[in-house]
């Protein structure tokens, strides 16, 4: 039967990119981790990984297992809470999705307030490089909320918590100014070469929208 054990040892592999990084993460030997590994695989009946010279790739039936691992790692967490909560060992705990870029700028004040107004609810930040993958952990059930870009098409309940502005730096020969404001409409920068995010990024989609917005 697989355990949950078996499942995290998965995610830290995949996430780590390296048996050994994954081992020193988990404070256990590689051996044990291999060996582990190897059960679970038996158990699934084919492999999940391929062992390459410097890192490790998800096979087909490990791109399929791993969203499931994940949310089966994230339900776990959840159950654990809960009955802490329940025994009264804890107030609570919020666990919060968001890319790096929201991390760094728009949450750090958010999190003073909360801890403010809730000190005995605990938050755990989960972070993640590009919108895509903060998308796949939300569908996956890893954490309450996500805090990001609006993803196409979801589903789930969205709350608008504002508008985070943008500036466009220009040298000094750049592009004219429209008005006395220094103001510049974006679509006069369209033919422009851009120091631009990297793709993926959630910040990088948020510009994409304004630029296609402004024509």
Do not use: K
């Amino acid at each position: 039967m697989t355990s949950l054990r078996q499942l995290e040892y998965l995610v830290t592999v995949v996430d780590t990119g390296s048996f050994t990084r994954a081992a020193e993460q988990l404070h256990v030997t590689q051996p044990a981790l291999s060996h582990q590994m190897r059960a679970l695989e038996h158990g699934l009946g084919g492999p999940l990984l391929e062992r390459l010279p410097r890192t490790v790739r998800l096979t087909p039936m490990g791109r399929a297992m791993l969203p499931h691992a994940r949310a089966a790692l994230a339900d776990a967490e959840r159950a654990r809470c809960a009955a802490r909560l329940a025994s009264g060992t804890t107030a609570g705990e919020l666990q919060v999705a968001t890319v790096y870029s929201m991390s760094l700028g728009v949450l750090p004040p958010a999190l003073r307030v909360w801890r403010r107004d809730r000190p005995g609810v605990d938050v755990r930040l989960i972070e993640f490089r590009h919108a895509d993958e903060l998308r796949e952990a939300m569908t996956a059930g890893e954490a309450d909320v996500a805090l990001g870009p609006l993803p196409p098409a979801w589903p789930g309940p969205v709350r608008e918590l504002g508008v985070e502005e943008f500036v466009v730096v220009l040298p000094a020969d750049g592009a004219s100014e429209d008005d006395a404001s220094g103001e510049v409409d974006l679509a006069t920068l369209a033919d422009c070469a851009w120091v631009h995010y990297a793709p993926g990024n959630g910040l990088a989609e948020l510009v994409d929208a304004a630029c296609a917005a402004a024509g």
